[in-house]
């Protein structure tokens, strides 16, 4: 057997192999008894027709599976004896495979990039504040108010901003038919609302009838409306008052778990110095890992990144069906979501290269113990049984996948650690 490689860039190869024609008619004969030793043709019985007679009637099969086979073992035994890890499938460039010919091949395939990675201890970052100020505990607060709001129905009532109406709403674009929308909630004065539609809502009562015509700009980021005019037509059945409750004991009381509002207070400032803490050593971990790339620029291999973006276009699919949209029906740009998942994609990428390089100079490893302590918590936050947990990742290779994702965590709780961090002032 005869090998050539070829270096196309760091992390692109182009393979060729060759053998003779000896080699070629000792597969083609294997196959040939293959084929004569399983079918049945009229007048003889199975396994007994003449391997001539098989071999004119299944000439196209014969040589497509020779073929087949060829490839496939030629590929094999190149890459292993070279000693190279492709990743991805081959690229078939030429094939050569004549009747008492040699048989040679020509492929084209990615590995992973050697580098020696660097500059990964030490790195300088800055620390966010974590201080909870007392205008972020208001504004918890505030929320928690508007949580509790109710909506009262008043009759009588002449609609004003942050009030609710309740509305059969007729949406007409132009050029389509009409879209019905019964006993809709409207806030008067939102926000999202065009402000044709909140000028129209101000003012009105039950039983009122307004309509409000609105011309959406061309790069409106709701597609079906872009560019469009559309017409509003809305009847009235409720004005609703919202109603917030004051911020007092009783306020805390309702919530069951406090005494008074001053015991309020304190758990939102507690909660809120847990989140913001959080935050900060997540934000300290990815500025950490971002120099870390800086530090590393290697080249990508292209296989990896589509299929990273593959993986979060199905994410995204996925999230669509589990809010009951059907992505089938959604007027959806395939080719722009692509794009703009492709740079979040090569980081992505490059980070797991880099934390795999850390990992492997540092000889992190992780122990079957944490293994199965991930697999528990992962099932208690899933509500599925362990074992049952378990026996799915191991059907598809989601073990190996879980170690390979918990020593990259490790790699980079290591590097953090050995961070240079000084806290913002």
Not at 61 to 84: F, H, M, N, P, Y
Not at 134 to 154: C, K, P
């Amino acid at each position: 057997m005869k090998i050539e490689l070829a270096d196309l860039t760091p992390i692109k190869k182009s393979l060729s192999v060759e053998i003779d024609a000896d080699e070629v008619q000792a597969e083609t004969n294997a196959v040939l008894r293959r084929y004569a030793s399983q079918v049945r043709l009229p007048g003889f019985r199975q396994g007994k027709a003449p391997a001539d007679l098989v071999r004119k009637r299944f000439a196209k099969e014969i040589d497509d599976d020779v073929r087949e086979r060829l490839v496939s073992r030629l590929w094999r035994e190149a890459t292993k004896e070279k000693g190279l890890h492709p990743i991805g499938d081959p690229v078939l460039e030429d094939l050569k495979h004549e009747p008492g010919q040699p048989f040679s091949i020509k492929t084209v395939f990615e590995v992973l990039p050697q580098f020696q990675v660097k500059d990964y201890r030490g790195v300088e970052a800055r620390k966010p504040p974590a201080a909870v100020t007392d205008a972020e505990v208001g504004e918890a607060l505030e929320s928690i108010r508007q949580s509790r709001a109710r909506f009262v129905a008043d009759e009588a009532r002449l609609a004003e901003p942050a009030d609710v109406v309740i509305a059969d709403v007729t949406e007409t674009a132009a050029g389509e038919e009409p879209k019905v929308r019964e006993r809709m909630l409207v806030e008067v004065g939102a926000g999202d609302n065009p402000p044709e539609l909140n000028a129209r809502l101000a003012g009105v009562k039950a039983g009122a009838r307004v309509d409000a015509t609105v011309r959406y700009a061309a790069d409106h980021p709701v597609e079906r409306l872009a560019g469009k005019e559309v017409r509003y037509d809305l009847l009235v059945h409720e004005v609703k008052r919202k109603e917030i409750p004051p911020a007092d004991d009783e306020l805390a009381k309702e919530l069951g778990e406090f005494d008074d509002l001053a015991s309020l207070k304190a758990r939102i400032r507690t909660d809120l110095a847990e989140r913001k803490e959080a935050a900060a050593r997540a934000a300290v971990r990815q500025l950490v890992l971002d120099r870390v790339l800086l530090a590393n620029p290697i080249p990508l291999p292209d296989v990896l990144v589509e299929e990273e973006i593959q993986h979060r276009l199905e994410e995204m699919v996925r999230e669509m069906m589990y809010h009951g949209l059907d992505p089938r029906k959604a007027d959806l740009d395939w080719k722009q979501l692509r794009d703009r998942n492709e740079e979040p994609a090569r980081k992505i990428v490059h980070a797991r290269l880099v934390l795999d390089a850390v990992g492997l100079a540092e000889g992190v490893r992780v122990e079957r113990a944490e293994i199965e302590s991930r697999i528990l918590r992962e099932a208690e936050r899933i509500g599925e049984k362990p074992d049952e947990l378990r026996a799915r990742l191991q059907k598809g290779g989601g073990l190996q996948a879980l170690e390979t994702q918990m020593v990259r965590e490790k790699s980079l709780d290591l590097i953090t650690s050995v961070a240079n961090i000084q806290n913002a002032e």
